[in-house]
């Protein structure tokens, strides 16, 4: 098993541009989750998914938009990307909410200048 | 609002114990969790606990009082390899992580 797989592993992008980070799992886990963690801070849940076709905002969504239409993907979605968008991007999943672990792919280093 | 607590950055000892603490109020409250992450990677499971007490794996302990709001992962014997950041983690009524800024601890020989 892959576990869970994230692309790409860095972006540099400039202020107003778009993108999509990836990430997939293939463990069949019906829970996936996006995050941000900013140096210093704790991981920000951005938007979450229980299963395919279901999707719901976390924390600070705001700027992100995604998608989940198998239960393998769940790319997350930076429209008019700004500074402050800059971040480390963890993409973890889970078999359901009362899991005792999420797991979590090796993260997207994004910058925006 | 919710808020978790833990030290920003600690130092030991090769081989000897450290505490690590991580206090918390958060809206309702479905398990405590430790992850490990070392310096550009991703967090890994060490713990989990939900009821009140201590729960031990190996060199790691990690120990919760709901009615105090508090937990501490203890580590024994360290390692330079045990060089890493600590994140606390709490599961809220809505079971979503709520996590701490989480602990540096710096291990010298």
């Known amino acids: 098993n892959a576990g869970v797989t994230q692309t790409p592993k860095f972006r540099i992008l400039k202020i107003g541009q778009s993108m999509t980070l990836q990430c997939a799992q293939d463990m069949n886990h019906n829970y996936m989750y996006w995050y941000r963690q900013d140096p210093g801070m704790g991981l920000k849940l951005i938007y979450y998914s229980v299963g395919a076709g279901i999707t719901d905002k976390g924390e600070v969504p705001n700027g992100y938009n995604v998608s989940r239409s198998t239960t393998e993907d769940f790319p997350l979605r930076l429209e008019l990307a700004a500074p402050s968008q800059t971040s480390v991007y963890f993409c973890?999943?889970?078999?359901?909410?009362?899991?005792?672990?999420?797991?979590f792919g090796p993260g997207t280093r994004l910058t925006v200048t | 609002g919710q808020n978790i607590d833990q030290p920003t950055e600690m130092t030991a000892t090769e081989g000897a114990i450290v505490q690590i603490n991580c206090t918390y109020q958060?809206?309702?409250?479905?398990?405590l969790f430790w992850y490990q992450q070392h310096a550009g990677e991703a967090p890994t499971f060490l713990s989990y606990?939900?009821l009140d007490g201590l729960e031990e794996k190996g060199r790691f302990s990690s120990f919760l009082s709901r009615s105090k709001g508090y937990s501490y992962l203890l580590l024994k014997e360290l390692q330079m390899k045990d060089s890493a950041s600590y994140l606390c983690a709490v599961r809220d009524s809505n079971y979503q992580l709520i996590w701490g800024a989480g602990t540096k601890l710096i291990i010298k020989p």
């Open positions: 973890a999943s889970s078999y359901e909410a009362s899991s005792y672990e999420q797991y």
């Open positions: 606990n939900v």
């Open positions: 958060t809206s309702g409250f479905n398990g």
